[in-house]
């Protein structure tokens, strides 16, 4: 099938790179006057990085969207990870969006049922509850070349024709179960930390716990006081950190009720914090180093046993896996009732959890805390782009998007929170937040009287990647540890190796002529 007609020459396209440069300088839009019709949007997942697009679409005064979500309720994440003990290792006032900011908080650190209702709140003040179709999920998405209209299809079979499509589908969104001989034909009871069982009662019982990472590393304290025992199954060691929280008084709450200005202060202040972080992201720099003298002292202080410490001591750098936030993991090693196993799983039988070295370890509940997903991105809807390229075929060596947001030959398809913008130094919210804008400065575009389509161009894709990849060279993201943040063959397809303000820039000032814009064959 033949592609729409490219509506680019050079002058034209000069011409608008200096109109677009000018206007994006301002960071002003193009006056409404001048725009077309707003083309009809799917967004597709109903997490933090849906619903933000989806108020800002509001915002602009477009309600040509609808937001499909799989689930029954909105919430991405935080609807799915109820675990005992559940909640962000980034302050509230920051893990927000900045254009609803939310005075009374309750504490520094929000738990889980706090930002689902801050999720639920920013659906009903922006009147979105219209535009969702809950319990809908998408199995593919097909671009037609000659209609420049992107066909969604339902798990159900039902079949819709919108002219844009934005991915909101986070990075953690599919549970990853292991692959332990026997898990199948354990007796007892099995869930993953991310699908909890509230239904089923741990009190005085043997629990295994299978993986350390930032979710066990919350669940573990409180699970630790009901169990009788509990076995922290343990490949790795993480690098853990203090977390000082705090619960917000009345007053402190009526301060930034009453003074926004404080409240943007502190966010502010909790930003330029974060980013600091980021100097730690390279190998062997001095802040990793510092970093690492920090992490090593507090596990001091917080173990006591030194057998114990020595288990618990991480033998990569800091921040090559994620780090870890909390004040009552450690100690809860540290319980009578809970042993820190590192012996590799050999298998499970069905009344226990058997070790390489034939220890046999009998339990009544195992949990699965072994993470997500996290690398196979949009996963697993089929997407095929123009001439019936497959996305999933293109991204097998890994996935990659220029700024982690559009891929050349899937015309007007949109990711947020896609390849290489996850952080591990600040808030996922502020990277979201810049995507946004750049798929409203794309509707822009799209907008432009007799424009259908706009694409990256693949030489601007190539170059946008090969910056990538430099920019990875040297980060503790590549040093000899396994993470989430990488492929089974190490590419690092999650993370943003720069400051997070370099991101806001780059996506706020993109080169205009890295797209190309066309029309489509049939009207
Ligand atoms: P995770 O960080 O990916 O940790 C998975 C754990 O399972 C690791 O300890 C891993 O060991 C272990 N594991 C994986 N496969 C295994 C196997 N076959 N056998 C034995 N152990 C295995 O997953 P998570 O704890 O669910 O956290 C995922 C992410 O969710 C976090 O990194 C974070 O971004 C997000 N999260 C955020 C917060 C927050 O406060 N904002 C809270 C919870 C989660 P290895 O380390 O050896 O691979």
């Known amino acids: 099938m033949q592609r729409g007609q490219i509506m680019t020459s050079p002058l034209v396209e000069r011409i608008q790179t200096i109109a677009r440069s000018a206007r994006s300088r301002g960071g002003d839009t193009v006056a409404p006057h001048e725009l077309g019709p707003a083309p009809r949007i799917a967004i597709i997942g109903a997490g933090f990085s849906g619903i933000g697009m989806a108020i800002r679409l509001t915002q602009q005064g477009i309600e040509s969207f609808t937001v499909f979500e799989k689930a029954a309720e909105v919430g991405g994440v935080w609807r799915d990870n109820t675990y005992p003990g559940a909640g962000c290792d980034v302050p509230s006032h920051l893990y927000s969006y900045s254009f609803e900011r939310r005075a009374d908080w309750t504490r520094k650190f929000p738990k889980q049922p706090e930002i689902l209702d801050y999720l639920g709140h920013c659906v009903r003040t922006y009147h979105l509850e219209p535009h969702l179709r809950l319990g809908v999920e998408i199995a593919s998405a097909e671009w037609d070349d000659d209609e420049s209209r992107w066909h969604l299809t339902t798990v159900d079979g039902h079949r819709h024709v919108f002219d844009m499509v934005v991915f909101g589908l986070g990075q953690l969104n599919r549970p990853h179960w292991p692959e332990i001989e026997g898990l199948d034909s354990f007796g007892g009871t099995v869930f993953h930390s991310a699908r909890w069982n509230h239904d089923h009662d741990l009190t005085g019982e043997r629990v295994a716990v299978i993986g350390n990472g930032a979710s066990a590393v919350q669940f573990v304290p409180p699970v630790a006081e009901q169990a009788g025992q509990l076995y922290q199954f343990q490949r790795s060691a993480n690098w853990l950190m203090p977390k000082p929280d705090v619960v917000f008084s009345d007053r402190a709450k009526m301060l930034f009720r009453r003074l926004p200005l404080w409240e943007r202060i502190v966010r502010t202040e909790i930003y330029l914090t974060f980013e600091l972080r980021f100097l730690a992201m390279r190998n062997g720099s001095k802040a990793n180093k510092m970093a690492r003298d920090a992490g090593l002292e507090f596990l001091a202080e917080q173990v006591p046993d030194p057998e ?192 997070t303000f370099q991101y806001w820039w780059e996506t706020r000032h993109h080169r205009v002529a890295d797209f190309e814009l066309g029309r489509a064959l049939t009207p």
Not at 312 to 321: A, E, I, S
Not at 333 to 340: A, G, K, Q, T, Y
Request: one cysteine or more.
């Open 308 to 499: 114990l410490r020595a288990k618990l001591t991480p033998d990569y750098p800091v921040g090559c896996k994620r780090i870890l936030i909390s004040d009552d993991y450690l100690p809860a090693l540290c319980r009578d009732n809970v042993e820190v196993v590192t012996d590799p799983i050999a298998r499970i039988e069905p009344d226990g959890v058997i070790t390489t070295d034939g220890t046999h370890r009998p339990v009544d509940t195992i949990v699965v805390a072994t993470g997500f997903e996290a690398t196979d991105f949009l996963s697993p809807i089929d997407i095929v782009g123009r001439h019936g390229r497959r996305l999933h075929d293109e991204w097998k060596a890994g996935a990659s998007a220029y700024e982690g947001v559009a891929v050349s030959g899937y015309p007007n398809l949109f990711i947020l929170y896609g390849p290489n913008t996850n952080l591990g130094h600040n808030t996922i919210i502020f990277m979201i937040e810049a995507q946004i804008r750049f798929v409203l400065a794309c509707i822009d575009r799209l907008r432009e009287p007799g424009v259908e389509w706009i694409d990256v161009r693949p030489e601007a894709a190539a170059r946008y990647d090969d910056d990538l990849q430099q920019a990875l060279v040297g980060t503790v993201w590549e040093a000899g540890c396994d993470s989430w943040y990488k492929t089974a063959e190490g590419k690092v397809t999650n993370n943003w190796p720069k400051f």
